[in-house]
């Protein structure tokens, strides 16, 4: 295991120049993350991701579906539906005990969470507070015309149970041996109390989950455990989190969940302190065992070798888009000088970077703006690519680096002469002639597509 | 225009081997597409995409994506909440309008689609019916700890809203000018009363949705609506869909959505009969104008040649990721005869199938096993590729051609000696050899992502 299991430091280190106010401006200033229904007011931590935040998610969502689908042969994927019977959550807890405690004031009638609330009176008015009761964190609604208890459906508070309903489909129809894994990526939602933190915490979150089916064996169960937490652990290094703003934090018996036999978060140093990127967690066979009882249908799988059927238990790394999106823009975040100019730089990994080339001609004049649209209409074919040709260049390169751009071509006088432009590198900016009909091969390789 | 304006057959020509019955038996079977909830009943018209089926998904919004935003400049992505402030959907119109009319059975309680009840009686129990009453498509939840009016809240019936409401923080931040388009991929939800035909008709469905801004001119608005509804219907021909199931239909002035100046569908032929596949409509400024008088924000555009500010009209295109799915995976199916041994091919489109490349050691010994997990692992990194050594290789090569695999690799004994392997073609069935060293480049040309 190479995570860090120590404790990391109690605060950021003192280079570090990112604030949450700071990223919260860069993201709204250039469309990266807006306020969601603005112009109306807002609706308490809800989130758009504008043009550069959506091609971000993207490369975040296909990093971790190569990682854990593609690129292996004993996970597969999946896409379930959000709406799912309300069976599903009397089956898998949710509805006995996915709840926060809330109080009411009989003063004013607000409500509060319970253990948010010093004293037993109202921290609005000071009134008297009722007994703490459950209160569901699943959104309800209602199918078909008529709004009465048998049409009542949850949004999903996760997407793992879509696996857990699937299980037998999946084995019938996809010659699977254990141990084997299904990954799927997907919205959820939760009517948190507290939403909060930019896009940290909202009641409308998009999941990376994969349900890892193994032997019924604690032999079996530590080590996939440890193999998946330090997988996991190591991704987000992989893809640019700092090492010593993550670490491991196991589960107190107190808190875990009611699926749960043991987890394991990974933690990340956000500015206002450490926090939650990712859970996994050992659920046993919890799962497929309630869903057996309250369908009454045989979850078992056949093991082959054994002659004798069981059913698995499960290993979960349940990973958060959203959080997993501002940890790496976080990490990225830097300010410095070039060429006595201070800038802000987003040092993205090339493979996460919204944009991975812009180009510009150096001048508006000379058939360089033809020459760079013929130059971009190429690239676009392979890269997700921008054309700029308003303001100086060294105003283009700046505005390229606070969004992270890996790579910027310029075209020049030279090029009209002898086909080659610059490629200049965003962290070290640098810059070397290529000529154009190597520059998809030499970008596919900078920026480790295929890697 | 190329389109085919023309009436098209009225039934599918007679060498469609194609039925409904047919591609949902090979969806299930295969782990395509399962009903969903299925343990448990299923949930109406539900369905999860499985392990293919996601794969196909995900191409078949990336084939829309590239086409619609990555390989354009005039075009940005975004990706919005899908709880939006529900002032959204009292400017939209969809709070009034989005409705069909219901009537209930004053005797057995039932209740039914006005339009689908003849002569005012029950057609469960003969009872007499009340007056028809509107009924809301749009799925109602509640935000935050409380029940009421307050806190009501939609799940979007269309991701176009989302566009809409953030078009003033898109103007000052992308530096767009008119004309420019906003898309987006998402899940919305209708509360429909009769859905059915597989995915055709789903409570949950995914959206392709592009509001393309233009100047408020009629002279403006018609060659860029024609232009639209061109580009789209290419793309589904483009992408393997048959030119004699698609044609085009323009909406009469009664059937036409509260917010259209004209729509037209493209429609399919599906083995139902004609259905929509696609709308374009033209919305004019009618979003644009609802929410700057809702909101009391100022939603125009400052067209810096004509120094004059407007709010702009709009070309909209709507997919459907799941229809479209359901169109290209019609018209792949296909049976015929290979060697004496019928079989079922789905002939996708190379860039749309599921798996790019299975992997194939011909012998289980001599080494082959090793070396053909050697190839998988480097093509991998490419392409979404799979192993079999179950069977003999004719039966390998079905199971790959009838979920659309173009492309089989097969390590024989030659390949032991010289490293070169038999690169199989799907349609035609004809094998060539090729050196392991070149296969990534021969299928990334062959699959043509770059095209």
Redesign the interface.
Do not use: C, M
């Given at each position: 295991m190479s995570a860090n299991k120590a404790e990391g430091p109690a605060t950021a280190s003192a280079e570090r120049m990112v604030t949450m106010d700071k990223l919260v401006n860069l993201c709204?200033?250039?469309?990266i993350v807006?306020p969601?229904?603005?112009?109306?007011?807002?609706?308490?931590s809800?989130?758009?991701?504008?043009?550069l935040?959506?091609?971000l998610?993207?490369n975040v969502k296909d990093a971790w579906?190569r990682e854990m689908v593609?690129?292996r042969?004993d996970v597969?994927?999946?896409?379930?539906?959000?709406?799912?019977?309300p069976?599903?959550w009397e089956a898998s807890g949710h509805l006995q005990n996915f709840t926060d405690p809330?109080v009411d004031c009989k003063g004013c009638k607000q409500?509060f969470r319970a253990d948010q609330v010093q004293g037993g009176r109202c921290p609005e008015c000071g009134g008297e507070l009722t007994e703490a009761r459950s209160?569901n964190l699943m959104?309800?609604?209602?199918?078909?015309?008529?709004e009465d208890s048998a049409s009542v459906?949850y949004?999903r508070p996760e997407t793992a149970q879509?696996i857990f309903?699937?299980f037998?489909?999946?084995v019938d129809?996809?010659?699977v041996k254990l141990p084997f894994g299904?990954a799927?990526i997907g919205?959820s939602?939760r009517?948190e109390?507290t939403p909060g933190n930019f896009i940290f915490r909202t009641?409308?979150f998009e999941q990376m989950e994969m349900e890892y089916f193994i032997k019924p064996d604690p032999a079996e169960e530590t080590p996939w455990f440890d193999y998946w937490v330090d997988r996991r652990f190591n991704w987000y290094v992989g893809y640019g989190v700092r090492r010593e703003h993550v670490r491991l934090r196991p589960h107190c018996a107190d808190e875990l969940s009611h699926y749960s036999r043991g987890t394991t978060d990974i933690e990340y140093l956000y500015p206002f302190g450490w926090g939650e990127l990712e859970g996994v967690a050992k659920r046993g066979s919890f799962d497929l065992d309630q869903?057996a009882r309250?369908?009454g249908?045989d979850?078992t799988y056949f093991d082959e070798e054994a002659r004798t059927r069981y059913r698995p238990w499960v290993i979960e790394p349940a990973a958060g888009v959203d959080r997993a999106m501002l940890a790496f823009l976080l990490d990225a975040y830097d300010e410095d000088v070039v060429e006595g100019e201070e800038r802000i730089v987003l040092r993205l990994d090339p493979r996460l970077a919204p944009i991975k080339v812009a180009v510009f001609p150096l001048l508006r004049k000379g058939g360089q703006p033809e020459k760079a649209q013929g130059v971009?209409q190429t690239l676009?074919?392979?890269f997700?690519?921008?054309?700029d040709q308003?303001g100086s260049i060294g105003r283009r390169y700046r505005r390229q680096d606070e969004v992270g751009t890996p790579f910027g071509i310029t075209i020049d006088h030279q090029t009209m002469e002898d086909d080659t432009v610059t490629l200049r590198d965003r962290d070290s900016t640098q810059q070397l002639r290529f000529k154009i009909g190597a520059l998809a091969a030499e970008l596919t390789e900078r920026i480790g597509l295929?890697?």
């Open positions: 709204k200033r250039r469309g807006f969601a229904s603005d112009i109306y007011g807002g609706l308490g809800t989130w758009d991701y504008g043009p935040g959506v091609e998610k993207r579906w593609t690129t042969t597969v994927g999946l896409d379930s539906a959000i709406l799912q019977h069976r599903t809330l409500r209160f959104f309800k609604t209602f199918v078909g015309p008529v459906v949004l879509g309903l699937d037998a489909a999946l129809t996809q010659r299904v799927q919205k939602f009517n109390i009641r409308e869903h309250y369908s249908k979850l971009l676009q074919r392979y997700t690519s921008v054309y308003a295929h890697r």
